[in-house]
Structure formats: C-alpha cells, structure tokens
C-alpha cells in the first residue's frame, strides 16, 4: 500500500519559536496534502489541503499566517507552525490519496505530537 | 463541522467477543469509510462502502450502510486484545472530496 511518512514524531519546543513538520508520500505523487489536528481524545479536524505548486486552502478560523504550508513537490508537503504558543500543542497528522488507488481512501502519516513550553 | 458521529463514544469488551459500532451522518455521500487509529499514531483505512452498497466485508470487518437512515455499522467479530484503538467513520461526499471524520470510538478488548 501507499506510505506516507511524516517527522518529526515528537517535537517539544520553546514559547515563539517555529516548528516545521514534513509530510513525504514515499511511493506515490501527491498533488494534494492534507492537514490534521487532533486533541486529545478528539477527531480530526482538517485545517488545511495544501496543493502542489499553487496555495494551500485553509479551513475556515485557521490562521493562514500562523501555519504556513509549502507543497512544492509532488512528494513533499510541510507544515510550519510559526511562533508557537503553549495552545498551538497538539497532535499534527498529514494525509494524501493514492491516485493510483482510486484516490478514495487517505493515507495517513505517523503523525507530530507538539508540545510547546 | 463534523459529519459523522459515531457511537458508542467508548466500548469496552472481553477477547472473543464481538465489537459494533455506529455512524450516524448529516448529509448524502458517495461513500463511507471507516478508519482505524492506534493511540498517538496515525489512522489506517479499514474498508470502504459506496452509497449503493449495503454491506461489506473484509476479514473479521463487516460495514452495513443504510443511505436512508443515513447511518452506517462497524462490526468487528471475535475481537482480540490488538484491536484496541480508536474507531472513526468518515464521509466522502462527491467521491474526491475531503473526508469529514466522526468523534470516534474507542474500543478497549480485554485479554
């Protein structure tokens, strides 16, 4: 099956640094990306699709400016949480389709637990 | 806003015995999915159903959809202690659309 592979795993950092997370479809083109953020015990909530070559569409109340998105290959998009603050401390997860496989069904990365100081 | 909205919120069962879960969603869809999710991992596909399917099966998995109730069931048979996670549906609605995931079940099978 299509993999996807997202790092860093585990990110711990200081109040107003930025953190980049990448997201690598490792078998297969990716035009589309998605972004997830998940909170504990919680579903998935879809804060971005980022497109390769073109700007990411946000989900409405994500800030554009706050989480940047780069999709500038077909393999590789990345999420930049800029500043961050104790409430950007989330779990992070990325997702494509395969448009081998019918582009139905996503493949999801390992995903990013965040934790900012 | 979320779509699909699963229940049970938590299950807890014994090895050897059966799971099920239900999904309720809002609006017409193409197909549904279900999703599996190991605690601080990522989610894995399960199996998907179209709308014009009303039941599915894949190993110890059988997924029912009812297009008129707008709901959908998850049944795992002979559970096992490693099918302990969390359990989402998710909703496609034109069949490439981004996918709108329910709260989830979590199911804890005791050995």
């Known amino acids: 099956g299509a993999v996807v592979s997202q790092h860093p795993s585990r990110v711990i950092c200081k109040s107003g640094t930025s953190v980049k997370i990448e997201c690598r479809s490792l078998?297969?083109?990716?035009?589309?990306m998605f972004w997830y953020r998940q909170f504990p015990k919680q579903s998935l909530m879809l804060m971005a699709t980022s497109n390769e070559g073109s700007k990411a569409t946000y989900e409405q109340g994500v800030e554009k400016d706050k989480f940047l998105i780069n999709h500038a290959s077909l393999t590789l998009s990345t999420l930049t949480v800029t500043s961050a603050h104790p409430e950007d401390s989330s779990f992070y997860i990325c997702?494509?389709?395969?448009?081998?496989?019918?582009?139905?069904?996503?493949?999801f990365g390992s995903g990013t637990q965040l934790s900012v100081l | 806003s979320q779509q699909g909205e699963e229940d049970p919120q938590a299950l807890s069962i014994q090895e050897g015995e059966n799971a099920t879960m239900n999904c309720s969603y809002k609006?017409?869809?193409?197909?549904l999915q279900w999703y599996r999710q190991n605690s601080g991992r990522g989610l894995v596909h399960l199996i998907l159903i179209r709308s014009n399917e009303r039941e599915k099966h894949s190993g110890r998995l059988r997924v029912t959809l009812d297009t008129s109730k707008k709901s959908s069931s998850l049944l795992i048979t002979a559970s096992r202690a490693a099918d302990t996670a969390s359990y989402f549906c998710?909703?496609?609605?034109?069949?490439?659309?981004?996918?709108?995931f329910g709260k989830g079940t979590m199911l804890l099978v005791s050995p």
């Open positions: 998710a909703t496609d609605a034109t069949g490439y659309s981004t996918l709108t």
């Open positions: 997702s494509a389709r395969d448009p081998g496989q019918n582009n139905e069904k996503l493949f």
């Open positions: 078998d297969f083109q990716a035009t589309t």
């Open positions: 609006t017409s869809i193409n197909n």
